[in-house]
T-cell receptor, first 112, second 113 residues
Framework: GESVGLHLPTLSVQEGDNSIINCAYS??????FIWYKQESGKGPQFIID?????DKRQGQRVTVLLNKTVKHLSLQIAATQPGDSAVYFC???????????FGTGTSLTVIP | KAGVTQTPRYLIKTRGQQVTLSCSPI?????VSWYQQTPGQGLQFLFE???????NKGNFPGRFSGRQFSNSRSEMNVSTLELGDSALYLC????????????FGPGTRLTVL
């Protein structure tokens, strides 16, 4: 199966600091990537996506960077807030099928 | 637009029983994917339905099955429940176009005793 891994299972940051969550993927045929946020007791919530023909995409307070050379994806959250505390998943779609593969998740804790 | 809805939200069953979970996608979406989420395992893909046809399938035993209706609502069935089937079952809807965003429902928490 596909392997989508996260470098750090947990991450703690001070409120107001920037957060960086990393993700490695293994299939060079992956052409579409999504970051999700999952709060306790809820389903994953879409944050931002990026296609393989892009290196960077920005949203509101979030930026996703894609490095296809080393098959690495990162999510940057600016001015992290307590409401950002959650588990973050990256998901990759392999071009040969419309199926997404998810990493195990990184738990982000924001310290007030 | 209303989001993805799943019913029931919580379910308790015993080993050997069967269960049916329901998912209503976002209006206009034709694709529904099902995932199993367990602690430490992340989300594991079960299957995807598009226009009433199973389009993709993950590596789960045949006890896990699904179907989709003409209104795009989908059901997932698990027969002969095992303790290891205890999990959060999530469905995600999308337009069905290639590489379109998937939006998740709140999930159904299944506990098998």
């Amino acid at each position: 199966g596909e392997s989508v891994g996260l470098h750090l299972p947990t991450l703690s940051v001070q409120e107001g600091d920037n957060s960086i969550i990393n993700c490695a993927y293994s299939n060079s045929a992956s052409d579409y990537f999504i970051w999700y946020k999952q709060e306790s007791g809820k389903g994953p919530q879409f944050i931002i996506d990026i296609r393989s023909n892009m290196d960077k995409r920005q949203g509101q307070r979030v930026t996703v960077l894609l490095n296809k050379t080393v098959k690495h994806l990162s999510l940057q959250i600016a001015a992290t807030q307590p409401g950002d505390s959650a588990v973050y998943f990256c998901a990759e779609r392999v071009y040969t099928g419309n199926q997404f593969y998810f990493g195990t998740g990184t738990s982000l804790t924001v310290i007030p | 637009k209303a989001g993805v809805t799943q019913t029931p939200r919580y379910l308790i069953k015993t080993r050997g029983q069967q269960v049916t979970l329901s998912c209503s996608p976002i209006s206009g979406h034709r694709s529904v994917s099902w995932y199993q989420q367990t602690p430490g395992q992340g989300l594991q893909f079960l299957f995807e339905y598009f226009s009433e046809t199973q389009r993709n399938k993950g590596n789960f035993p045949g006890r896990f099955s699904g179907r989709q209706f003409s209104n795009s609502r989908s059901e997932m069935n698990v027969s002969t429940l095992e303790l290891g089937d205890s999990a959060l079952y999530l469905c995600a809807s999308s337009s069905g176009l290639v590489a379109d965003t998937q939006y998740f429902g709140p999930g159904t928490r299944l506990t098998v005793l």
